[in-house]
């Protein structure tokens, strides 16, 4: 993990509906290099208009560099891909090729980060996809996420993990190294007074440090640790971390889907819930809409945003990308929120009437329990965890 960096300004972005209008806001302001990392970049109405943007940056002179993941950004490929080369904006697409049904790693390890920076000035690190913030057929709310945006020196960790990863897919698309150099360079001086870790999950030499911190930040709880997780289905570690701060007094509290989009996955999730209920983890399942965040608050002063979930896809598969803040004030607006979702979208569920569910729904859980370990093993993971 990266140490933690001071002198950093972080706005925290909940939804759609305020990250869109600060990111384009930035991109309209380039002067210089846009780096934009993102596994969906769909082909609606606010990929268009994000899309649009990236282009009239590149018609302005600004060199803009655009990675998308191969699967996730399928209706990119096929519809806002070519309007953006014949832009000028340089594309490149993430593990394009891809087997239909494999279970193979090479199929499961995937480009999961949203990250933007934008003349090495600013960037956003979050969980949203390009994506319209309303599900056709959900309910009349937006998808429920959080983006960061920041300043300062941190960015310094976050533009070279960009740099880094443009240029390896360049190497892997095109067979020839890219030495070519950042046209702009972060500035030393302070941009605010918060402490910040860039954190990444990849295939080499980062693969435990998104689940490391988390584990670190559990192990040290004292009061209460708060996690809001689109897709949650941690292995025996994770657990067992969860499990011991509950018995040590500790208040753990997750927020989980109540309205899925992956029914098997949000089931074997679900097979999970007797044992954290059995030892006091107080579990709440938000219902207002499609909930897509991926945070943490522990002790009202750690807190995470970014792209990892907390399933074997994220920490053991996907490249991932969390912000990591050791702020009490930062810590507090983050908790705010999540605290007024569980009041507005949530219902708790208890012990008693979690025990009262229905024969052949506690029989899918397992059956999808079972599957979800199986596609794990299959793909030759999991074993250890």
């Known amino acids: ?84 080369l014949a832009d000028g904006v340089r594309v490149l697409i993430y593990r394009r090729e891809l087997k239909a049904l494999s279970l193979r790693r090479h199929r499961l390890r995937r480009l999961h980060r949203k990250l933007v920076v934008v003349d090495a000035r600013v960037a956003f690190v979050g969980g949203i996809n390009i994506i319209d913030d309303y599900d056709r057929g959900a309910p009349a709310h937006p998808r429920f996420d959080y983006a960061l945006r920041v300043e300062g020196p941190v960015l310094t960790h976050i533009l070279a993990a960009m740099h880094r990863l443009w240029r390896l897919v360049s190497w892997a698309s095109f067979r020839h190294r890219s030495d070519e150099a950042l046209l702009a360079r972060v500035a030393e001086r302070p941009a605010g007074h918060l402490r910040a870790a860039f954190v990444i999950r990849d295939n080499l030499r980062h693969r435990r440090d998104i689940e490391d911190a988390y584990l670190d930040a559990i192990a040290g709880a004292r009061h209460e640790v708060v996690i809001a997780c689109a897709y949650f289905f941690p292995g025996r570690r994770f657990r067992q971390a969860l499990v011991d701060a509950s018995r040590r007094g500790v208040k753990v509290v997750l927020l989980l889907q109540g309205l899925v989009d992956h029914p098997v996955l949000a089931a074997a999730s679900r097979a999970l819930y007797p044992h954290l209920l059995a030892a006091g983890i107080r579990l709440h399942e938000y219902h207002r809409s499609y909930l897509h965040a991926k945070v943490a608050v522990v002790d009202g002063r750690w807190a995470t945003v970014g792209s990892s979930n907390i399933d074997p896809f994220s920490l053991l598969l996907a490249r991932e990308a969390n912000l990591v803040v050791d702020d009490a004030g930062f810590a507090a607006r983050l908790r705010a929120s999540l605290g007024e979702a569980m009041a507005a979208g949530a219902t708790e569920l208890s012990p008693p009437a979690w025990r009262r569910q229905r024969l052949g729904r506690r029989l899918w859980s397992w059956l999808a329990y079972q599957f979800v370990r199986l596609a794990i093993g299959v793909a030759g993971y999991g074993r250890k965890h």
């Open 1 to 84: 993990m990266s140490a933690f960096v001071a002198g950093n300004a972080v706005a925290l972005l909940e939804n759609g509906q305020a990250y869109f209008p600060a990111l384009l806001e930035e991109i309209d302001a380039a002067a210089r290099e846009i780096f934009l990392e993102t596994y969906i970049f769909e082909d609606d109405a606010t990929g268009a208009q994000i899309a649009a943007a990236l282009g009239r940056a590149a018609l302005r002179g600004v060199r803009v560099n655009v990675l998308v993941d191969g699967f996730g950004g399928r209706s990119f490929v096929r519809g806002l891909m070519p309007r953006l």
